[in-house]
């Protein structure tokens, strides 16, 4: 199964709490969180992985 992440959008203006994120099989080894950007508001330093 490709991995898939629950992730939070810390920006203080954006609406957005969490989102989930799912991957396909040939995402590459060094792909992290901060290649992304947050679906509402855009910022990309304000995403953090949800760690359960």
């Known amino acids: 199964m490709p991995p898939t992440e629950e ?6 203006d954006c609406f957005l709490d969490i989102f989930e994120n799912h991957y396909t099989y040939d995402v590459p080894d060094d792909f992290d969180v901060s ?4 679906p509402v508001c855009g910022g990309t330093d ?3 992985r949800v760690e359960l």
């Open 7 to 12: 992730i939070v959008c810390t920006a203080s």
């Open 35 to 38: 290649d992304l950007s947050c």
């Open 46 to 48: 304000c995403l953090e």
